[in-house]
């Protein structure tokens, strides 16, 4: 987990962000936390803030279980025993003592008296001391049990630092032990205003001192103790790794562009996550000073993280505030999404992925299309208003007209969204060659309108695949004759596969049939007074081919419109070929891995769920994927599966603005437990179904759906798995009901 402190422009926030599954959960105060620590045992999550108060959270469910309230003053000071059994706080710089208490139940143990003001706190490794590090340069030791102060230390700054004194001389050589650290042998590490010190505590003398520049110092050991890291919190100095043997700086690490305020080491000792006030955090290589990614936090929700070579992940929202600068140019960090996207980044870097070049250098891209958007002329009954790209029209279906202009590279594709939904490409999702381009192309789009304000935008590619910045038309639909639009009568349309018995056996599941049966008659109930109709159509084991799949997407599409929903929903098996292309599995795939040309004749591939999402017209579409792997797949794909699968499907989800809610995220194995009688992620589904999600209005949203498996599919699999399994979503377009909860 990474616990995070931020604030922005609607105020303080903090959240934990599940690494493995690159989810972000506000837990969120409402005021500025300078201080975040785990237990030593990662049991607990405890914070400080401003008014005083120190929290303390459970770190698995993020269940506040005490706040110990403070003075309305800056809170000083807090440190976690190596037990994780006690806490103690001063709650206000000025306080004149230590609190000591229990943990989890907060019950005072025992309170210690001190004058000095307390800046920094920490047990000795037995948990039988405590350590103050106070003004003046003085450490103050006590026995926790017995509450008696056993050595009052002091900590002078060596001679040597001569212009250093005369310049601080109404400090008398003295200034504060801002951090105070205690090793494991029982001595001190101490960091100040500028320096850092090494005390033996048996004799109270000093072993060594470090000038290092580091204003109100920060201060951490890596787990091994041999390493200490060092920065300032107030300018934007460097940050200094040291050897703590030879008390010598062994790294000087630049790159932010304002004062570092907290500094936290991976456990594997590989890593520095370094925090700013400018809401970054930079992530480095501890044995190269290499800086690595920064993740940028907007709010309680939304990041972005970028790696040195221009690679990127975050959250949707995360993603469309951030920019390259190419010169005087700004240039959307989307634009890059096709090359540079890439999925679960965090986790891949901390586990040493050594990632593939991208085929095109982020720093030189070539530059993006530029796109305009109208409506074709000739056309009757259109008028636009004033400035803004709307128009007005009686007209069902207009022709719209796109053009993308790349005079010094060249045009490769442009596609046209409705709603959020893509109406048409000028070319499939895969493509042999990408370099076949225009210098200039135009695509004139004939499509139906909805009643109402239709939200067209357009997007066009160049030869690198870099994204053009995308334009927008808005179409008013009014039917001649009416002083409203006419509300749409709208259908549900189904097509749900559960495959159990593969043609292999080895494939074959044990809960699809059950999954998909359950899904089908919750939908079907949970979509009255939703829907007027509902278009129902299942395929199940050897019904469930490629010639099968394909004819019911057939089906479905002659009879859907625009105002319908679809819904598919899919239990059984997916994989992925060499080149990285995503597969449903159907029942006579004999072979997942190791036999493309197999895969790719029995297969159905993301470019044909491109192709058939693309030529259903219901413009709000929702795709399902429990794609559970049996104990035989299972030793098929290990080392493969995952991540690949998972960055296709993002793709696709976003190449065709649609909806894609997806069992398991990277590397992980969709569950199938007996005591459920159904997959992990369809038990939670049909929960939420039941009314588990919680809805004011009683209507389940896609995101509402969404928001609750992240949650419940973990807890479940944790539960009975031992392991939390963590499901990815893909939402594009606009949010819409799918069930009203009875």
């Avoid at 303390?56 to 190596?82: C, H, M, Q, R, W």
């Avoid at 060596?158 to 205690?182: A, C, G, H, M, S």
């Avoid at 070539?366 to 074709?376: G, M």
């Amino acid at each position: 987990q990474l616990a995070v402190s931020g604030n922005n422009i609607k105020g303080f926030y903090q959240s934990v962000m599940d690494v493995k599954a690159s989810v972000l959960k506000d837990i969120s105060g409402k005021d500025w936390v300078p201080t975040l620590k785990y237990s030593p045992d990662g049991s607990y999550l405890v914070m400080n803030n401003r008014s005083g108060s120190v929290r303390v959270y459970n770190a698995s469910t993020f269940e506040k279980l005490k706040e110990f309230p403070g003075n309305n003053k800056d809170s000083n000071a807090f440190a976690i025993s190596a037990d994780g059994r006690m806490l103690a706080v001063t709650n206000d710089i000025n306080s004149s003592k230590i609190n000591i208490y229990n943990l989890p139940g907060g019950d005072l143990r025992k309170i210690l008296q001190i004058k000095p003001s307390v800046y920094s706190l920490s047990f000795s490794p037995d948990d039988k001391m405590i350590f103050a590090g106070c003004s003046n340069n003085r450490i103050v030791q006590f026995n926790i049990e017995t509450g008696i102060r056993v050595k009052n230390m002091l900590q002078t700054i060596p001679e040597q630092y001569d212009n250093y004194n005369k310049w601080n001389n109404y400090y008398n050589k003295f200034t504060d032990i801002k951090k105070l650290l205690v090793t494991r042998d029982g001595n001190i590490v101490t960091g100040d205003n500028e320096f850092m010190g090494w005390l033996n505590v048996a004799t109270g003398k000093r072993q060594a001192f470090l000038f290092t520049s580091a204003k109100n110092c920060m201060l951490e050991f890596n787990n091994s103790e041999q390493m200490a890291v060092c920065g300032s919190i107030t300018e934007a100095e460097p940050i200094h790794i040291i050897n703590s043997r030879t008390h010598s700086i062994v790294q000087t690490l630049t790159g932010h562009n304002t004062a570092p305020n907290s500094l936290a080491i991976t456990k594997d000792d590989k890593f520095l996550f370094s925090g700013s006030d400018d809401r970054t955090i930079k992530i480095w290589n501890i044995a190269t000073g290499e800086m690595l990614a920064t993740m940028v936090f907007f709010n309680a929700k939304d990041w972005v993280i970028v790696d040195n070579q221009g690679r990127f992940d975050g959250t949707q929202d995360g993603i469309k505030k951030m920019y390259y600068l190419k010169g005087l140019e700004v240039v959307p960090i989307e634009s890059g999404y096709e090359k540079f996207y890439t999925i679960r980044l965090l986790t891949r870097i901390l586990e040493g992925e050594n990632f593939t070049p991208a085929p095109v250098n982020f720093i030189t891209l070539k530059d993006a299309p530029k796109v305009k958007i109208s409506v074709e002329e000739m056309q009757r009954n259109l008028t636009v208003e004033d400035e803004a790209a709307v128009v007005n029209t009686a007209k069902e279906q207009v022709n719209i007209k796109v053009q993308a202009d790349c005079p010094n590279d060249g045009v490769t594709e442009i596609r046209l969204f409705q709603n959020g939904k893509l109406v048409e490409s000028t070319r499939n999702l895969v493509v042999e060659d990408d370099n076949k381009s225009e210098k200039s192309a135009i695509k004139i789009f004939t499509v139906a309108l909805l009643p109402g304000t239709n939200r067209f935008k357009a997007v066009a590619f160049n030869t690198e695949r870099t994204e053009s910045k995308p334009v927008e038309l808005f179409i008013n639909y009014k039917p001649s004759g009416n002083e409203q639009p006419v509300a749409a009568t709208s259908t549900l349309h189904l097509l749900v596969i559960g495959i159990n018995t593969y043609k292999n056996p080895k494939y074959s599941l044990n809960y699809a049939h059950a999954d998909a049966a359950a899904f089908t008659e919750a939908i079907t109930a949970g979509s009255q007074g939703l829907f007027a109709n509902t278009n129902t159509i299942t395929l199940n084991d050897a019904e469930a081919t490629k010639d099968g799949i394909t004819n019911a997407f057939e089906k479905i599409k002659a009879v859907a419109k625009p105002q319908d929903l679809f819904i598919f929903y899919y239990a059984g098996h997916g994989a992925i070929n060499d080149k990285k292309q995503f597969f449903l599995a159907p029942y006579d795939v004999t072979q997942f891995y190791g036999n493309d040309g197999a895969l790719a004749q029995k297969g159905f591939s993301a470019a044909a769920l491109q192709q058939m999402s693309k030529d259903i017209k219901a413009q709000k579409q929702l795709f399902i994927l429990d794609a559970c792997q049996s104990a035989g797949a299972l030793e098929e794909v290990a080392g493969t599966r995952g991540v690949p699968e998972e960055q296709a499907i993002a793709q696709l989800a976003r190449a065709t603005g649609t909806q894609w809610l997806t069992a398991s995220g990277s590397e992980q194995s969709a569950s199938e437990f007996p005591q459920l009688g159904h997959g992990s992620f369809t038990w939670c589904l049909l929960e939420a179904f039941k009314g588990d999600a919680g809805s004011a209005d009683k209507k389940l949203t896609v995101k509402q759906l969404d928001a609750y498996l992240q949650t419940k599919v973990p807890e479940i699999t944790k539960k009975y798995k031992g392991t939390p399994q963590y499901p990815a979503s893909y939402s594009y377009g606009n949010d819409f009901p799918i069930i009203i909860i009875k």
